[in-house]
């Protein structure tokens, strides 16, 4: 079990992970609804990302770490030091009983992810970020892509010259990594597959939980 009767039957301290946490896109208005809809329930919610802006300000998060959108987002992407060390300060601090994680591989980096040992964590896949270094596991020409992470990616025209030795090191970490995660939870059940097919389901049970929207 991913935590005890005990913990379910008192309210919970719940670390939210996103890579950022303005008000646009479906992950992150998806991070800042759960982390509202706990509180309303009566747990103790936080929300962890980076202070990128996509799109206007401002940033939500209730603890951040650095991030950005310039060029040099390609190199935090494998590793933000500044996201492994203020969430070591969270964690310390905040003491939660289940880490709740969305997107990391756009800002926070699997850098994270060794610090995240200790804790019930459930990893929730809004995309395919785990096996595609693009997220999108989509061809330029928008056909769905069949292949495994790899050369393929350089020679189907997905990631240039330059982001290629990077983003294939981001998704070994990643695998390296990878126990950390207690549950996996997919958006859909073709997202699921697609983690299964890699083998996402021999380090931890992959569910669907489809998006909720309000009543």
């Given at each position: ?80 030091p500044s996201a492994w060390n203020e969430i070591r300060k969270v964690l310390s601090r905040f003491r939660p009983d289940i880490v709740h994680v969305r997107m990391l591989t ?110």
């Amino acid at each position: 079990m991913l935590m005890s009767r005990e913990h379910q039957d008192r309210p919970l301290k719940i670390l939210l992970v996103n890579d950022a946490s303005t008000s646009s896109g479906g992950a992150e208005i998806m991070s800042l609804a759960l982390r509202d809809s706990y509180r309303e329930r009566g747990h103790e919610a936080m929300l962890f990302s980076s202070r990128a802006l996509y799109g206007k300000p401002p940033v939500l998060a209730d603890h951040t770490c650095f991030g950005s959108t310039t060029p040099f987002r390609q190199v935090l992407r494998v590793a933000n030091p500044s996201a492994w060390n203020e969430i070591r300060k969270v964690l310390s601090r905040f003491r939660p009983d289940i880490v709740h994680v969305r997107m990391l591989t756009t800002q926070l980096s699997p850098l994270i992810l060794p610090a995240l040992r200790g804790y019930p964590t459930i990893y929730h896949a809004s995309w395919h970020e785990l096996v595609c270094p693009t997220g999108l596991k989509m061809l330029p020409d928008l056909r769905p892509c069949g292949y495994s992470a790899g050369v393929e990616c350089l020679r189907q025209g997905c990631l240039s010259k330059l982001a290629f030795p990077l983003l294939l090191l981001q998704l070994r970490l990643l695998r390296h990594w990878r126990s950390g995660f207690h549950r996996v939870v997919a958006n859909s059940h073709y997202l699921r597959s697609r983690l299964c097919e890699e083998g996402w389901d021999d380090v931890a049970d992959v569910e669907v939980i489809l998006n909720g929207v309000p009543v």
